[in-house]
């Protein structure tokens, strides 16, 4: 019987995808839950993984645009496992363990001569207003050796992370421990600087494991296997891999055993442990964490804060991406997503509405010539609003790639305080994890905060007529101290206008060709 792979849903707002390669061709034997085709969406790349074992069909080609849904490959899971793919045979139980390989010695260190030398490692200054850290985790260790400007230390101010190096080659010695709270110049470490340097330790040799007529490398398993989809789900609903239980091709963890899970609350612990518990765990709050409750509450309290709402068509916006996002990405090298619509729209209306590009400094209100614009960015710490600067003056592609940038060191910890320091105007978009609608909190001191949110297919009137299009709500928080209602409202509605005349954006007189050059 012929199991049909289809493009599975990745994200609400997502209709479309492209498919990046082939892991797998046509003809090949697959295992189930083996990566067979790698595709792409307008945020990020992820796996297709194989419903069945079996030999694969596939049905549309690397570079093909294809939509949620769609089917790209069959799997015949009546074809005979070739006998190269064979797995262990059920009835063969017996298992011998293969002469146990000999270990290659580690290759010797070079003799290490002390010079006297000693450097301490002290920490940097980040920023004016920043003056202690939190010493997220050595990377590496007491005793070890370490080259000149190698990363030694990760460290967690209450803005970014950033990280320590080496001021020269030698062995570390570190004096305080991870999670410790310290000062700007404090010494963390030292560094006793050594003549020659360690050779590289040769790979170690893993000892074969014989089963029937297989023969595997035994390797260090992760703690935990999963497929992309389910570790989506695992990560969204922030599920305990340790409650689920994998039935997966080696083990992995499947779509269908977390839904199980999740379809069997409270049996276990959150922890996985004994059926019922009241323990509760203390963890210490971090500073990033401390600044976000700060600022937060500082707005509430401080701003006289108000929403409006209106609501966008996204069609012509996503008739554009459909027709012109291949040869936007071949012209830039980048995609063309939402955000940078949203961002020159925002531009456009800030330079028209210049209190909502404002902010209070005193008994002085302070204006912009420009739009700085902040972009929230959710990180497994915490929020942050790292900055585009110049909005107003950068094309499309250029925002596309900022927004590139920021999000991937955001995930990999390496904002600057720089990134994070500014900013006129921010946008938040809650759409990502499904929100429909929200009241976003101003990131002070700025005045104003746009929400984006999920696009739904809806009815709506147009010309007279009941249509289905995508619809999407957004929100402009703003402090009714120096934004009135009028300006609030016409800036929003001046987005909305932008955002439904794309084109309106597009500043030369050709907007097909402005679009590819901008």
């Given at each position: ?16 995808v ?48 294809i ?14 496992r ?11 139980t ?9 270990v ?31 010493l ?31 001021e ?37 040799t893993?000892?074969p ?8 490398v035994?390797?260090s ?9 389910a ?21 992995k963890i ?11 609350p ?27 409750s ?20 996204m ?5 554009i ?20 619509f ?16 404002a902010y209070?400094?005193?008994d ?24 585009i600067?110049?909005v ?5 592609a ?12 955001a995930k ?6 720089d ?6 105007f921010?946008?938040?978009?809650g ?15 700025q005045?104003a ?11 709506v ?11 999407m709500?957004?929100?402009l ?24 005349n794309?084109?309106l ?9 402005a679009?590819?050059?901008?």
């Amino acid at each position: 019987m012929a199991v049909d792979i289809k493009v599975p849903a990745v994200g609400e707002s997502i209709s479309e995808v492209t498919l990046l390669k082939w892991v797998k061709k046509t003809g090949d034997y697959v295992e189930r839950d083996e990566v067979i085709a790698e595709l792409e969406s307008e945020k990020a790349t992820f796996e297709v993984n194989a419903e069945k074992a079996g030999v694969l069909t596939t049905s549309v080609s690397e570079g093909d645009a294809i939509n949620i849904g769609d089917v790209i490959a069959s799997i015949d899971d009546t074809a005979a496992r070739p006998a190269d793919a064979a797995g262990p045979d059920e009835n063969d139980t017996k298992e011998t363990e293969a002469p146990v390989a000999a270990v290659a010695p580690a290759q010797e260190e070079e003799p290490l001569k002390p010079t006297g030398k000693e450097v301490p490692v002290i920490i940097p200054t980040v920023g004016e207003s920043i003056s202690e850290v939190t010493l997220l985790k050595w990377v590496k260790k007491s005793g070890e050796y370490v080259a000149r400007d190698e990363v030694v230390a990760e460290l967690e101010s209450e803005k970014a992370t950033f990280e320590v190096n080496a001021e020269l080659a030698g062995i570390l010695e570190t004096t305080v421990a991870e999670g410790d709270t310290l000062k700007i110049g404090d010494t963390i470490a030292l560094i006793k600087e050594t003549t020659g340097k360690p050779a590289a330790p040769k790979a170690e040799t893993a000892a074969p494991k014989v089963q029937g007529n297989k023969t595997e490398v035994l390797k260090s398993a992760p703690a935990v296997k999963a497929t992309p989809v389910a570790s989506a789900i695992i990560a969204d609903k922030k599920v305990d891999p340790k409650t689920v239980k994998p039935s997966g091709f080696s083990g992995k963890i499947v779509k269908d055993d977390v839904l199980a899970a999740l379809a069997t609350p409270g049996k276990k612990a959150f922890d996985g442990g004994e059926l019922f518990t009241r323990n509760q765990r203390a963890e210490k709050m971090t500073n990033l964490r401390k600044t976000i409750s700060r600022r937060l509450v500082e707005a509430k309290n401080t701003t006289a804060m108000l929403t409006t709402f209106n609501e966008v068509d996204m069609q012509p916006i996503m008739d554009i991406r459909a027709k012109y996002k291949d040869k936007f990405k071949e012209v830039h090298g980048v995609g063309l997503g939402f955000m940078s619509f949203f961002a020159k729209a925002c531009a456009i209306a800030l330079g028209e509405w210049p209190s909502v590009n404002a902010y209070i400094d005193g008994d002085q209100v302070l204006y912009h010539d420009y739009a700085d614009i902040s972009i929230a960015v959710s990180t497994p710490r915490g929020l942050t609003v790292p900055v585009i600067r110049n909005v107003e003056s950068l094309g499309m592609a250029e925002i596309e790639k900022a927004v590139v940038d920021l999000a991937t060191k955001a995930k990999n910890s390496k904002l600057t305080a720089d990134d994070l320091t500014g900013g006129t105007f921010t946008i938040t978009n809650g759409g990502i994890f499904g929100s429909m609608l929200s009241t976003p909190i101003i990131n002070i001191p700025q005045s104003a905060i746009l929400g984006m949110h999920n696009i739904i297919q809806r009815p709506v009137a147009v010309n007279g007529q009941v249509v289905i299009r995508p619809m999407m709500y957004v929100a402009l928080s703003y402090d009714h101290r120096i934004i009135d209602g009028r300006e609030s409202v016409s800036f929003l509605v001046r987005v909305k206008e932008l955002l439904e005349n794309p084109a309106l954006l597009l500043v030369q007189k050709d907007p097909v060709k402005a679009l590819l050059e901008l």
